[in-house]
């Protein structure tokens, strides 16, 4: 309390208003599964559009995994399309992948799967290298280089001196610590450059027999004090600033080239090639958007990094780029570096093993490990993993990782899974599946979406659970949680694996396996919202995922009431604090009940706590409140009636 020691007044702030309670975010997605391309560990990235996911995660081009005979459809990449395109906006993606070991042995997770140039055993003084693994990574890197305007200025030693035959040194403008330079010397001594130009890079120092700051050119490693044979300025007249522009081609057929301008080569440039493409960047973005690393190996400094990479064949006659650096009479494609990088794969096939993760000694995670650190996630898929869930080669890992998926949400609480059947499955075999599965936090959709995919020109089926999980985003925005995710379009659809009729839902439907169905007139229509359960309590999708709702912003919300007194006052504005927002819900029409007595109630009494609960530091708070079920059935009844008779 406050202390009042000395006469005066005092000022003091206090709050007359009730603790508020904020409804969470319900359409925060995560997938997990394999891609073409990204980080493999770490925290899971989140992209707001399809854009973001090409940049990241590549494209949609088919993966080739190296156990398999066949490319296999991109259903990550698909499914993430699909989930902006049917109304999504956040999602966050964690990727997989399989490292082989052949005969036992395992490989280098540091090295196999990116692609790379020089390839393996042709020694270059650099290596280019794809940031991570994957066939996304075997990308085209550009570079052209670029001079300058000359730098030297020639001023007086004595500013106020401006007579004719006045002492003069060189100064240089616009050029910064140790950027890299083309020098042309003007004189004769043996220090001087001469011919074209000689690379050097530029270092600020006080000239102290001068008494004044003013650059050198260096060409040797900058931790030689002194430096070996430093170049003064005044042996020079011509410097020019030579810089870098890398462009990196798509990582998909249907992405976009990404550049890079103005680099400069000394590592210690925040703007240089080394700190850019650094194999391991300080900065999160430039790990997750910069798919290129350049490993300068034992080169020291920028002249030296930038004679290295010069020193090879240009993109238009094959003679070396520095040879025609100074030439005004060829265009940029004589100045520019292309290699193509080589030797990206996409791993084996993800498995149970790669899906559950795990913890590296930094505390990097991966697969659901990683999902778990992420709070706001309520809607989680693994799109591609059911595939081949009737062949024998993938069935029971199909299964395994499904069970992990239902497991992870069990876990979580406040989360639900999207589950998809198998490809080509038919009706038997949807139903021996869901025999599986009992859990009220996942929801079973049947069957795969037949969909037009640019990338082959050509119709695929793809697993539900992209469309759906935008459909449950889209739904929450538009309508609110508490209204079941289903009769809502499905915008990308033109077909289905299996076209289901009435009968065929009949069976289906009361084992909480929901459809996806055509109607004549009002298109291709997700027409169920049942969680794959036992219980009937919860049998209703959006009963489950409101409750998660009610239950997660309750928690959130009331975090302010820990290590209060445990009291009446306490018990008080917990009740008001929770009756506030549940009134809320009942003034949008979110709960069932024409007035509050019906909708809710909140209890947090004495008679809602023992004493053995007060001594234990317990407060117990009671809710009750009648969620809204969805008309499944809707019933008219009519019948023949007669003029005269009455209602």
């Not at 440039?269 to 080394?274: A, E, G, P, T, V």
């Not at 430039?286 to 034992?298: G, K, Q």
């Not at 589950?419 to 075999?429: A, E, I, V």
């Amino acid at each position: 309390m406050p202390e009042y020691l000395a006469p005066g007044v005092y000022v003091e702030e206090v709050s007359f208003r009730q603790k508020t309670i904020e409804g969470v975010s319900t359409s925060t997605t995560g997938f997990i599964g394999p891609t073409r391309f990204g980080p493999l560990d770490g925290e899971p990235e989140l992209i707001t559009s399809f854009t973001d996911f090409e940049r990241i995660y590549g494209g949609i081009d088919q993966l080739e995994f190296e156990d398999a005979t066949l490319p296999m459809d991109n259903y990550m990449a698909q499914a993430a399309r699909a989930f902006f395109v049917e109304g999504g906006q956040r999602l966050y993606v964690q990727r997989t992948f399989a490292f082989p070991q052949p005969d036992g042995a395992s490989v280098d997770p540091d090295v196999y799967g990116r692609a790379q140039w020089p390839p393996t055993g042709s020694p270059q003084p650099f290596q280019l290298r794809a940031r991570f693994p994957g066939r996304a990574g075997n990308f085209t890197v550009e570079m052209v280089f670029r001079l300058g305007e000359n730098t030297v200025h020639v001023e007086p030693v004595n500013p106020a001196d401006a007579t004719p035959g006045a002492p003069t040194h060189n100064v240089l403008r616009g050029v910064q610590h140790w950027d890299t330079v083309l020098a042309v010397g003007a004189g004769s001594p043996p220090a001087a450059p001469a011919g074209a130009g000689t690379l050097y890079w530029v270092e600020r120092f006080f000239d102290e027999p001068a008494g004044r700051w003013t650059y050198r050119l260096r060409d040797d490693d900058p931790t030689n004090d002194p430096p070996v044979n430093p170049v003064t300025l005044d042996l020079v007249d011509d410097v020019r600033v030579l810089t870098a522009t890398v462009i990196v081609s798509p990582l998909g057929r249907f992405g976009f080239e990404q550049s890079w301008e103005g680099l400069t080569f000394h590592p210690d440039h925040r703007s240089s090639l080394s700190r850019v493409f650094d194999p391991d960047p300080p900065n999160p973005s430039a790990y997750l958007r910069n798919p290129l690393t350049i490993d300068r190996l034992a080169l020291t400094h920028g002249a030296e990094i930038a004679d290295a990479l010069m020193n090879q064949s240009n993109a238009f006659d094959g003679t070396l780029v520095i040879d025609n650096l100074t030439d005004t009479d060829v265009g940029d494609v004589s100045r520019t570096f292309r290699v193509r990088l080589e030797d990206g794969l996409d791993g084996e096939r993800p498995g149970p093993g790669e899906y559950q993760g795990a913890e590296a000694p930094d505390g990097r995670k991966s697969g659901f490990l990683a999902l778990e650190d992420i709070e706001e996630i309520s809607i989680i898929a693994a799109p591609g993993s059911t595939f081949g869930l009737e062949a024998t080669t993938f069935s029971d890992e199909a299964q395994t990782i499904t069970r992990q998926l239902i497991a992870h949400c069990e876990r979580m609480k406040y989360r639900v899974a999207v589950l998809d059947s198998g490809d080509g499955q038919t009706l038997s075999n949807v139903r021996n599946f869901r025999a599986t599965i009992d859990t009220t936090r996942a929801a079973l959709y049947f069957p795969w979406v037949r969909v037009f995919d640019p990338l082959t020109e050509r119709e695929i089926h793809l697993p539900a659970s992209g469309f759906v999980s935008g459909i449950y985003a889209r739904n929450d925005v538009d309508r609110g949680v508490h209204k079941a995710p289903a009769n809502e379009v499905i915008r990308l659809a033109t077909g289905f694996e299996l076209l289901l009729n009435k009968g065929q839902q009949d069976v289906l439907n009361p084992e909480g396996i929901n459809c996806l169905r055509y109607f004549e007139g009002r298109g291709f229509r997700v027409w169920g919202a049942r969680t794959a359960t036992s219980d009937p309590e919860w049998k209703y999708l959006n009963v489950r995922r409101y409750f998660a709702y009610l239950e997660r912003s309750i928690e959130k919300g009331t975090q302010w009431a820990v290590f209060e007194n445990n009291g009446p006052e306490l018990w008080s504005n917990v009740r008001s604090t929770v009756e506030d927002f549940l009134f809320n819900e009942f003034a949008n029409g979110r709960v069932l009940g024409t007035k509050t007595e019906e909708a809710y109630f909140v209890r947090c009494d004495r008679t809602t706590m023992t004493q053995n609960d007060l001594d234990n530091g317990r407060l117990v708070c009671l809710i009750g409140v009648a969620p809204l079920r969805p008309a499944e059935f809707v019933i008219f009844r009519i019948g023949q009636k007669t003029a005269d008779a009455r209602a």
